[in-house]
Structure formats: structure tokens, C-alpha cells
Nanobody, 126 residues
Framework: QVQLTESGGGLVRPGGSLTLSCTVS????????MGWFRQGPGTEREFVAA????????YYTDSVKGRFTISRDKSKNTVYLQMNSLKPDDTAVYYC???????????????????WGQGTQVTVSS
């Protein structure tokens, strides 16, 4: 059984930074894509960032470009989300997701992913 475990969330002041981690265990094959999504109170789950597991292609939603960076460590089966210049609007539960056969057009859609973590809360507040 595949398990995705997120960590690194917390409370941070506006302008601060956090790094989220997501470690995949129990898997039998490499994913095509790893992504981060977030969901605020009363909102739908939205795409944040993703990367191709094999290759250098990354994807970001416009609101985080220049502030967030997604990366991976294949040796640790871990994907990271470095978040800088955080804003109150970034407050949400952040979810890691694994896509086995995700095509490019579905990279931004939660339905393009097969496995999900439990989420980690990020709160940006003064």
C-alpha cells in the first residue's frame, strides 16, 4: 500500500518561509508526476505546484510563481515545497499527490493523481 506522508507545516508570519516535505513509502513504481495542492476553509482543492519525476519540468500556479519552489530527492523518495514570502492567502491545508500516468493537461487537476497524503496545515498570520 502506497503511503504519502507530509510534514513541515505550521504557523508563520507574513513574509516568512516554510518547507514542506512529502515522503512516499510502500510504492512499487516511480510516479510520472508529483504535485502539491492546497485547500482553504470552504474552498475547493487547488493546484499549487508539480514536477515530472524523471526530468526537469516543473509547473506552478500563477499566484506562487517566484515564491514557491518544488524539488525532489529521488534517493529519499521525497518531494519538497519551499515556500517563501508567504501571504495570509497561502493559508490552507497542503496535500501531496502522486500521479502514475498523469498527462500534461491533467497536471493541474486533482483528478489526474492516484494517491494522496493526509495534508499538513499552513497558517500565515501575524
Amino acid at each position: 500500500q502506497v503511503q504519502l506522508t507530509e510534514s513541515g507545516g505550521g504557523l508563520v508570519r507574513p513574509g516568512g518561509s516554510l518547507t514542506l516535505s512529502c515522503t512516499v513509502s510502500g510504492h512499487t513504481s516511480n510516479p510520472r508526476v508529483m504535485g502539491w495542492f492546497r485547500q482553504g476553509p470552504g474552498t475547493e482543492r487547488e493546484f499549487v505546484a508539480a514536477l515530472r519525476w524523471n526530468g526537469d519540468t516543473t509547473y506552478y500556479t500563477d499566484s506562487v510563481k517566484g515564491r514557491f519552489t518544488i524539488s525532489r530527492d529521488k534517493s529519499k523518495n521525497t518531494v519538497y515545497l519551499q515556500m517563501n514570502s508567504l501571504k495570509p492567502d497561502d493559508t490552507a491545508v497542503y496535500y501531496c499527490a502522486r500521479g502514475l500516468r498523469t498527462i500534461t493537461s491533467m497536471t493541474y487537476n486533482p483528478r489526474g493523481y492516484d494517491d494522496w497524503g493526509q495534508g499538513t496545515q499552513v497558517t500565515v498570520s501575524s
